[in-house]
């Protein structure tokens, strides 16, 4: 039997690690799984050590802020690869606390295959050096990942996108014409993110009804959120909560999307949307000191031009986004080229099976 200490940080990277670990089975029925995962992962069969609820916070203080519990964790996955023959060490994306533990799993001659590679072409090159001395395969899901890593002597191999193996995703688009007059608004995927943005959405929800009247704000809640979250959200006039995101991006005529994930989910469903970043000044002080590119969301890095708009901190306000928005649906021949741009892109990422291909290369590494 093989043993797999798998690790994620987020629910996104849940559910694709869910997927691979279904392949994974398929190929090797007997094999086990340990280490740190949410629902999906578990329903995957994973004895997870901790709560993704737990785990899953973004910037630099929040994260300081919960150092003690972050260090208890490490500890605890540390003796779970001495203690469990592990055979194989799978870091899910995740960087901060899987690179450090891809370390530790090297030092016990554990193999390590990463999947989801972190993006370090934002964040510079010392990581990227980390990476090379502790991993001995690294699966990417962006092309041009294969030749960045390749510069730093790391063997990659493109699996493609694991968005591209959900049927939500490989929908025909919808055009201006047959979209609802809906504003879908991503807050992210994290209670503390909802929190932060609750004072934002309603004003957002007041500009919008100001500017754009016969429109209404559609707020995403990611279903592993508890609805209580999103009980005062609900009492704002002119808003809409929806927990099925991607008919939200098939249907909502534009977007108003939290950098993340979600920017890509968008521009896989045809949506043109406007960007947002707000976070704490320590973490958007921190972050503008280590990111390395022109652009903070991954379509425009993929694009390599400043395709969709990019809001951030003080030039986030809701004056500014909600004129931004209404200049994308009014100018209809800027909301068609976004949107060709948005397909283009689709097309660039290759077709489903991510997961299958990422699957039978561990299965021959293992």
């Known amino acids: 039997m093989k043993k797999i200490f798998i690790s994620v940080g987020d629910p996104s990277a849940d559910r694709h690690a869910a997927n691979l ?67 194989l060490f799978l870091p899910v994306d995740y960087p901060g606390f899987n690179i450090r533990l891809a370390k530790k799993a090297k030092n016990l001659n554990i193999k390590v295959i990463y999947y989801i590679a972190p993006q370090l072409w934002a964040w510079g090159k010392n990581r990227a050096i980390h990476l090379k001395n502790n991993i001995d395969l690294l699966l990417v899901v962006f092309p041009f990942e294969v030749e960045y890593f390749k510069n730093f002597g790391i063997n990659s191999i493109f699996v493609g996108h694991p968005l591209l193996d959900y049927e939500e995703f490989n929908l025909q688009i919808k055009n201006y014409y047959d979209r609802e007059e809906l504003i879908a608004f991503l807050p992210g995927s994290r209670s503390q993110e909802v929190n932060r943005h609750k004072k934002f959405i309603k004003g957002l929800a007041k500009e919008l009804e100001h500017n754009l009247p016969n429109y209404k704000l559609v707020v995403s809640q990611s279903k592993h959120l508890d609805d209580e979250l999103f009980s005062d959200i609900k009492k704002i006039d002119n808003i809409i909560v929806e927990k099925d995101t991607y008919k939200l991006f098939h249907n909502a005529k534009a977007g108003i999307i939290k950098t993340g994930t979600s920017n890509l989910e968008a521009a896989l469903s045809g949506l043109p949307f406007v960007m947002f970043y707000r976070t704490s000044l320590i973490t958007y002080f921190l972050a503008r000191k280590m990111i390395k590119l022109p652009y903070i969301s991954i379509i425009n890095i993929l694009k390599n031009k400043l395709l969709v708009k990019e809001l951030i901190q003080n030039d986030a306000n809701e004056k500014k986004i909600v004129n931004n928005v209404k200049e994308l649906i009014e100018n209809r021949e800027y909301y068609n080229y976004l949107q060709n741009e948005l397909k283009e892109l689709r097309t660039s990422l290759g077709n489903e099976g991510a997961a299958k291909k990422a699957a039978k290369i561990i299965c021959n590494n293992i």
């Open 21 to 87: 670990m279904k392949e994974i089975k398929f190929l090797l029925p007997d094999v086990k799984f340990i280490g740190i995962g949410g629902e999906s992962m578990i329903k995957e069969g994973l004895d997870s050590i901790a709560n993704l609820k737990d785990i899953s916070v973004v910037g630099f203080w929040e994260v300081a802020k919960k150092y003690i519990f972050f260090n208890n964790l490490f500890q605890q996955s540390f003796e779970l690869l001495q203690k469990e023959k592990v055979d």
